[in-house]
């Protein structure tokens, strides 16, 4: 069964950093996209960042590119989401997801994602 947890939400200040983690299990050996979307109470969903390939071609939204940073680990089971100098409209829900890519200007997510982890900018 594929599987996705996300971790290292939590409460900061604006300007603070924050990251977080996304443990995957059940893909098997194959490469396979994975990305981050956020969603915050009353928006639409928003579609951050996506690994496309295994080479580490990532694209990211422009509302959080230069603050952001998406890695994934040696072994490809754990994906992390370095986010800088946060600010309040970040305040949001955190989810990684499988399955992603980016055309016309927006992201794709196939899925599946996982439950998700709460990050919350506030002074």
């Known amino acids: 069964q594929r599987r996705l947890v996300e971790s290292g939400g939590g409460f900061v200040q604006p300007g603070g950093s924050l990251r977080l983690s996304c443990e995957y299990s059940?893909?098997?050996?194959?490469?396979?996209?994975i990305g981050w979307f956020r969603q915050a109470p009353g928006k639409e969903r928003e579609g951050l960042s996506c690994i496309i390939d295994s080479s580490g071609t990532t694209y990211y939204a422009d509302s959080v590119n230069s603050r952001f940073g998406v890695s994934r680990d040696n072994y490809q089971t754990t994906v992390y989401l370095q986010m800088n100098n946060l600010k309040s409209e970040d305040t949001a829900v955190y989810h990684c997801a499988a399955g992603c890519w980016f055309d016309y200007g927006r992201f794709r997510f196939e899925g599946p994602w996982g439950q998700g982890t709460q990050v919350t900018v506030s002074s």
């Open positions: 059940g893909f098997g050996s194959d490469y396979f996209a």
